[in-house]
């Protein structure tokens, strides 16, 4: 039997909260979709061309690549204070030179990172173009701000991805008359299964309620509030983060997640209307590469994804994830929920970074089937500025139940989602990418030597292949079941590898310089490359990895020229159908 919708799932909202229905007026930002609501309404940033600044600025010739809306902007407003970030030389340079650099030239900086050479700086428009020309100066963009990215049958997603058979199981016990005998002597019970205990889960958003201890218990093991926007605020006003950890790893009886026994880290980097700073994440990632051996964080969950394009070569934040990746841990990110029902979008970060696992979301068309599954029409795939096919694999996103503070923005603001007290429905690629996250962490429960290229690997050759999709859900669904079940997995970064280098900080960063010449030399370099990971053990087949997520067709020249290098905006991954 075939339930109907909520009344409201036509009214088309397309954000990764709310996203695009089927019918009715849009409305504006990654919370509300496109258009403009009043009171709650975020941000939307524009696309902006990052290019050398040289003979813009001045005559002297500009070092660092700029953003040409912010150079226009600067010029137009030379008195005016500025928000930015700075890199420097991510090989060879440290971020206290770029914080020097930002002093003597007329700027202030706030924050100081380790997992990127930079700072966040606030700098006049006039100051702002003369630390553009700075030797230790090499990208300056805008620090910008950051937006938060259904109710079928609540347990579908549970059996269908195998989660249910996850969990811990009874033990099978012999039957037993009124007396307490065995009735078959000779049976012998079976001992209950006990699944491993799994490793902790960063989830950067916008808090969790650690009141809800019937979803989270005592496994909250550390809060950080790095939003500047809030900086004392506590708990979850906004619901966002509260209903991501419980998909990653709550454990009500009713509605548990993926990784019911997960320790939980709570790195809030949102206001209560769902805003960040990328200087926020970008901290964040800091303090979770600072503290990921003390606290066991394996796996790090970004429901949140620019809806501009941005290249991994230049963004901030890419150059930050790849960082908690090369320490060690599984970052997680969604796709983003700015999808069109018929054809690609542009992807920015850090849902578009090659290392990461980006994760779209899947309809299950209200059967347990997964035949009939389809792309959700909001769901964004598409090819990268820099090439790459994203996303890599997909889970369900449509109407799915978690917890959620009663008195938070979100139930109040739908309050016709609320299923019961402290839980309601929503859709997105925000929920799709922590069953992924939960999903990684079940995986490292019982291969806890494996990498994060390894988790991807298994979680990626596992996956359930939808050949009517194509490469809009990636290489196929996720199977959770199936990935726990592989012990040699391919590794899908494999060629990249080469192009990391020692950053002297006793890390790797990614040798994106020596990457483009490479490229740019060889017009076959993905289809010669890519082919090198063993796939033959996929559900799909490795010419459709090859063939159909990494054509030669798809690296055009622009893809190299700085002058088409573009910046991001951002939004959680959260829908509303």
């Known amino acids: 039997m075939r339930h109907e919708r909520p009344s409201n799932a036509g ?61 226009s902007e600067a010029q137009a407003q030379p008195d005016k204070i500025f928000k930015v970030v700075v890199q420097g030389d991510q090989l060879n340079g440290k971020s206290s030179d770029v914080a020097e650099a930002a002093r003597n030239s007329g700027g202030n900086p706030k924050r ?12 006049s428009g006039k100051d702002l173009l003369k630390l553009a020309r700075h030797p230790h100066v090499k990208v300056v963009t805008r620090d910008q701000a950051l937006k938060p990215t259904v109710y079928e049958d609540s347990e579908m997603w549970r059996s269908t991805t195998g989660v249910k058979s996850l969990q811990s199981r009874p033990a099978v016990t012999c039957a ?61 006003p906004q619901g966002h983060g509260t209903m991501v950890a419980g998909v990653a790893a709550g454990s009500s009886s009713r509605y548990p997640g993926v990784a019911p026994k997960s320790n939980i880290v709570d790195i809030r980097t949102a206001a209560s209307n769902g805003q960040s700073l990328t200087s926020d994440v970008i901290a964040g990632i800091d303090w979770i590469i600072a503290n990921k051996d003390a606290l066991n964080i394996r796996v790090a969950n970004f429901s949140m994804t620019g809806e501009q394009e941005a290249s991994y070569r230049t963004d ?21 929920n700015h999808g069109l029902p018929d054809r690609k979008v542009k992807l920015g970060a850090p849902a578009n970074d090659p290392f990461v696992i980006t994760v779209g979301a899947i309809d299950q068309h209200q059967t347990s089937s997964p035949l009939d599954d389809t792309r959700a029409p909001w769901s964004a795939y598409g090819h990268t500025a820099d090439g790459y096919a994203k996303p890599d694999l997909s889970a369900p996103g449509r109407w799915i139940i978690m917890p959620v503070p009663g008195d938070a923005t979100i139930p109040t603001t739908a309050p016709d989602r609320v299923v019961e007290p402290g839980y309601m429905w929503m859709s997105g690629t925000s929920f799709s990418a922590p069953m992924v996250s939960g999903a990684a962490a079940q995986i490292l429960a019982r291969h806890p030597e494996f990498t994060p290229d390894q988790v991807k690997g ?3 050759v596992s996956a359930e292949y939808l050949p009517s999709q194509g490469i809009t859900i990636g290489v196929g669904t996720l199977d959770a079941v199936e990935a726990l079940g592989v012990t040699n997995p391919p590794d899908p970064n494999e060629n990249l590898k080469p192009f990391l280098r020692s950053n002297g900080r006793g890390g790797k960063s990614f040798d994106e310089a020596n990457w483009s010449d490479t490229v740019k030399a060889n017009a076959n370099w993905t289809a010669a490359n890519w082919t090198n990971a063993n796939w033959t053990a996929a559900k799909w087949s490795s010419s459709n ?29 959260t829908e509303n159908e």
């Not at 600044?53 to 002297?60: C, D, F, K, L, Y």
């Open 11 to 71: 009214e088309a909202r397309s954000s990764a909260l709310w996203g695009k229905g089927s019918g009715g007026q849009s409305r504006g930002s990654a919370l509300w979709g496109r258009g403009g609501r009043s009171g709650i309404a975020l941000l939307a940033l524009v696309l902006s061309v990052v290019i050398p600044a040289a003979g813009i600025a001045g005559p002297e010739k500009t070092r660092a690549l700029v953003p040409s809306d912010l150079v």
């Open 112 to 123: 100081i990172f380790s997992s990127l050479v930079g700072t966040s700086v606030e700098v």
């Open 316 to 336: 901030p934040l890419n150059r930050a994830v790849e960082n908690l990746w090369f320490s060690g841990v599984v970052v997680v990110a969604a796709s983003g």
């Open 176 to 236: 037993l008359n009124l007396l307490g005998l065995k009735l078959d002597p000779s049976c012998v019970a079976s001992p209950a299964y006990e699944a491993p205990q799994t490793p902790t889960i960063a989830i950067v958003d916008s808090g969790i309620d650690g009141t809800k201890t019937g979803d989270f218990g005592n496994r909250i093991v550390a809060r950080m509030n790095f939003s500047s926007l809030e900086p004392n605020a506590t708990g979850d």
């Open 458 to 460: 298994a979680l990626m």
């Open 545 to 573: 990895w090859v063939s159909a997520n990494w054509t030669t067709s798809n690296w055009t020249s622009y893809t190299y020229t700085e002058s088409n290098w573009v910046q991001s905006s951002w939004s959680q991954s």
